[in-house]
């Protein structure tokens, strides 16, 4: 970082002109022909709107292909309004089981040492690279009828499968990692000192943590929740394995877009995809906006 | 503490546990004559290989479009920038209907590659196209920090030095990039391995030919041949504890490599 210091001297101006031309020539070191940098950006560009922006922009196309009126009668369909009712229901479970569960973990590993912490991490990070249908058949495994615990469940008339704590479960399995992997860079970062300042003024360990730790990730903590309820809203693979596909009983939004589009029902099933695919841009955005909380609040740490 | 560990053994530890256990109740020899059956070896074959192929495609396209938003100033580059979370954020099930509706023959792309003669949809092409759709973000998220605080001074000196600009690319650049993108690359390929969602409505999902593993899987469970799908499943999920465990070696290599600044 000697340039940085070299520049804060105050210079003549023919050292100006010099060191102008310095940063010219340097430029050119570290650039490409015009014609290369057009092609890479046009490159990236196409394929950017070819395989990311045109899958989006048909979603709504197809939604609204029959007129505006279809597309809301398709949305007030009462299965379509049954599925809307599910996912949120399921969603808002799992987002608070993984809340809770997302801000202990995260405490437990940045604030204290003990053995085993990176399996412990591994761990926490395994459902994102587990695919989510193998997500679903491990529930099938342990509550099917089949399964280890579906006898007791049946002998005691307890529905988990092909019902809401069924679907509820899959989705928490599958979006465990979400709110903890957002906070446990943030409170590395962030230290101990703080608590243990308050710990010493004599704040208990509940004080501690919603007066001084909880103010200091609020902002991470929302991004994880944003995340988590987005891929819990979404998913797929898991719930569609667990839910048995009960008309108007245990279908969420996703699972009614492949029963619609199945039927050859496309603009309902474009319909509902159509909010699901506006759920994911408005989580893009307010993604977007918090991370510019976060750097603002890590650049206001590092001060 | 004992809260996070009897949680995580709640929601993670013991349904994996069930899976391996289920696994144990298969002989050695019925383990293998599930994995060894025409279907079976096919349907690994197709979710592999095309994962394999489409990560490969990431990892080119991916590079041009970080080295594009790192590197170059053009109108719209904040948006394209945010446009590449877009595959991580839309449910798989919508980007799977999208896609096919794209890509079928009557659909934007898929009526003038069809007069072209190549037929996307309901073919393992169509596999391959989700796979790359759904990869993408995994290689520009990986490599964008990496190449963002990439130390300038190393290129201009190669440069001052007499390299031109490709040497420095390919012997400066590409080097110091190398565990990212490889990191990278494995991301996308285990996410493209075990997608389910956006590939099976472009699948065309005819047995031994666009059926992909985790298909197969739902497919044997609804037959209620829980053995087969219990096999097929600990061989993926043994996959991607290698995966996990690759990439969590090749950070600690990137890390030991790269001097923090």
Redesign the interface.
């Known amino acids: 970082m000697t ?1 940085q210091i070299a520049d804060s001297v105050s210079l003549s101006p023919s050292e100006a002109k010099a060191r102008a031309h310095a940063a010219a020539a ?1 430029d ?5 022909p015009r014609a290369v ?1 057009i092609v ?2 046009a ?3 196409i ?2 709107s ?7 922009v ?2 709504f196309a ?1 939604a609204l292909s029959k007129g505006f009126l279809a597309y809301l009668s398709a949305l007030a369909d009462p299965e379509a309004l049954s599925a809307i009712r599910l996912t949120l229901l399921v969603a808002a479970i799992s987002v608070g089981l993984n809340l809770v ?1 997302g801000l ?2 995260s405490w ?2 940045t604030k ?1 040492e ?1 053995p085993g912490k990176t399996f ?1 991490i ?6 994102f ?6 997500s679903g ?6 509550f ?1 009828a ?3 615990f579906g006898g007791w469940l049946r002998d005691h008339d307890i529905q988990i499968l092909f019902a809401v704590p069924g679907i509820a ?1 899959a989705t ?2 599958v979006t ?1 990692p979400f709110v903890a992997r957002a906070l446990i860079p943030l409170m590395q970062e962030q230290g101990t000192q703080e608590e243990e300042a308050a710990i010493s003024l004599g704040a208990s360990g509940l004080q501690t943590f919603f007066r001084v730790t909880l103010p200091n990730i609020k902002w991470g903590v929302l991004y994880g929740v944003l995340l988590c309820n ?1 891929r819990a ?5 898991a719930v ?2 667990v839910s048995g596909h009960i008309r108007g009983e245990t279908n969420t ?3 009614l ?2 029963i619609l ?1 199945n039927e050859y029902q ?1 603009v309902a ?2 319909a509902i ?1 159509s909010l ?2 506006m ?3 408005i ?2 955005i307010a ?2 906006v918090l991370e510019r909380h976060l750097d603002e609040g890590q650049d206001g740490n590092d001060h | 503490m004992g809260l996070t560990l009897s949680w995580l053994s709640v929601i993670i530890l013991i349904p994996l546990a069930g899976l391996f256990l289920k696994s144990l109740e298969l002989s050695p020899e019925q383990f293998w004559n599930i994995l060894s059956s025409r279907r079976t070896l096919n349907a690994l074959r197709v979710s592999f290989g095309l994962a394999f192929a489409a990560a490969c495609v990431n990892l080119v396209m991916g590079s041009i479009i970080v080295w594009a938003l790192v590197r170059y100033r053009f109108p719209g580059r904040r948006l394209f920038d945010a446009i590449v979370d877009v595959p991580f954020a839309l449910p798989t099930a919508v980007a799977g209907v999208a896609l096919t509706a794209l890509f079928a023959e009557k659909g934007w792309l898929g009526a003038p590659l069809a007069a072209l003669g190549i037929k996307v949809a309901f073919t393992p092409l169509g596999i391959f196209v989700a796979m790359i759709f759904i990869g993408i973000p995994f290689v520009v998220r990986t490599v964008q920090p990496v190449l963002q605080d990439l130390d300038v001074e190393i290129e201009e000196a190669a440069g001052s030095l007499g390299a031109s600009r490709w040497q420095t690319i390919i012997r400066v650049i590409l080097p110091s990039l190398a565990p990212a993108l490889l990191t990278g690359l494995a991301l996308a390929f285990a996410r493209a391995v075990g997608e389910y969602g956006s590939v099976i409505f472009i699948a065309g999902n005819l047995p031994n030919v666009s059926e992909i593993a985790p298909l197969l899987i739902v497919i044997r469970l609804s037959e209620f041949r829980y053995a087969d799908a219990t096999a097929i499943a600990v061989v993926m999920l043994v996959v991607s504890f290698v995966i996990i465990f690759a990439v969590n070696r090749l950070q600690r290599w990137a890390q030991s490599r790269i001097p923090v600044r």
């Open positions: 340039m340097r050119n070191l570290r650039t490409e940098r890479i950006i490159l990236a560009m394929f950017l070819v395989f990311v922006v045109l899958p989006l048909v979603v197809q569960f202990v973990a437990a590993i204290f003990f412990l591994t761990l926490i990070d395994l459902p690279s587990v695919s989510p249908v193998i058949l491990v529930f099938v495994l342990l099917g089949q399964g280890y479960l928490t399995f465990f987005a809203m979404g998913e797929f693979g569609s394995v939004m996703p699972l877009v492949e589009y496309f099933a474009f995809a699901l695919a759920l994911a841009l989580t893009l993604k977007t």
